[in-house]
């Protein structure tokens, strides 16, 4: 099993940048492939985000290209999400979620998800 713990979501100005962070634990494996969702009020959750944990291969959502970046940090179990210029159609609640081995933007791709955290962008 494991467990995601999802951080760094807040109230931020449209432009400005917030750090998300995801602990995992549990049963982890060299082979996860790690990805940010998000879910905005009255839409359906989609993909933002996500990295391979050992190759580093990353892939974007087309509306986040440039403006966010997926990192991870295997030592510490840790996976971030850097979001820079938010805008405020970026307003959603952000998940973590990992799949054992390789991975797409797929939802059901995905085993184990976080609770999540909100983050608000207004204008």
């Known amino acids: 099993q494991v467990q995601l713990v999802e951080s760094g979501g807040g109230l931020v100005q449209a432009g400005g940048s917030l750090r998300l962070s995801c602990a995992v634990s549990?049963?982890?494996?060299?082979?996860?492939?790690m990805g940010w969702f998000r879910q905005a009020p009255g839409k359906e959750r989609e993909f933002v985000a996500r990295i391979t944990w050992s190759g580093g291969s990353t892939l974007y959502e087309d509306s986040v290209k440039g403006r966010f970046t997926i990192s991870r940090d295997n030592a510490k179990n840790m996976v971030y999400l850097q979001m820079n210029s938010l805008k405020v159609e970026d307003t959603a609640v952000y998940y973590c979620?990992?799949?054992?081995?390789?991975?797409?933007?797929?939802?059901?791709?995905?085993?184990?998800w976080g609770q999540g955290t909100q983050v608000t962008v207004s204008s």
């Open positions: 979620a990992a799949r054992s081995g390789w991975a797409t933007g797929r939802i059901d791709e995905y085993a184990y």
């Open positions: 549990g049963r982890t494996y060299s082979s996860y492939t």
